[in-house]
Nanobody, 124 residues
């Protein structure tokens, strides 16, 4: 079970930090990802990290601005979002993919558990 928090309304150029706590996770290799979805658009990959190991992956649109970090011991993953732009406005979801393979890390269907989503709105 995943619980996401930290969304809100900010201005362009501001920062936000999203957090996701995971309960009931079994041991083994996991992909922990953040996705986002805007009205009328498909859910898109934002960032992901793999537990254990810590490899990180980013969408080109957020590379250099967003940072994903995870605490395997605490079962939490965070998304630090800096230099936010109006086009970052979306509902953000955290997700978990047991036994993920790297080639699928950006694919929503690879994730079997999803949080409830948290709204991020960036005004210009």
């Amino acid at each position: 079970q995943l619980q996401a928090s930290g969304g809100g309304l900010v201005q362009a150029g501001d920062s936000l930090r999203l957090s996701c706590s995971a309960s009931g996770r079994t041991s083994g290799r996991y992909g922990m990802g953040w996705f986002r979805q805007s009205p009328g658009k498909e859910r898109e990959f934002v960032a992901a990290t793999i537990w254990p190991g810590g490899s990180k992956y980013y969408a080109d649109s957020v590379k250099g601005r967003f940072t994903i970090s995870g605490d395997n011991a605490k079962n939490t993953v965070a998304l630090q979002m800096n230099s936010l732009k109006p086009e970052d406005t979306a509902v953000y979801y955290c997700a978990a993919a047991p036994r993920v393979i790297v080639s699928s890390i950006r694919v929503p269907s690879a994730y079997s558990s999803w949080g409830q989503g948290t709204q991020v709105t960036v005004s210009s």
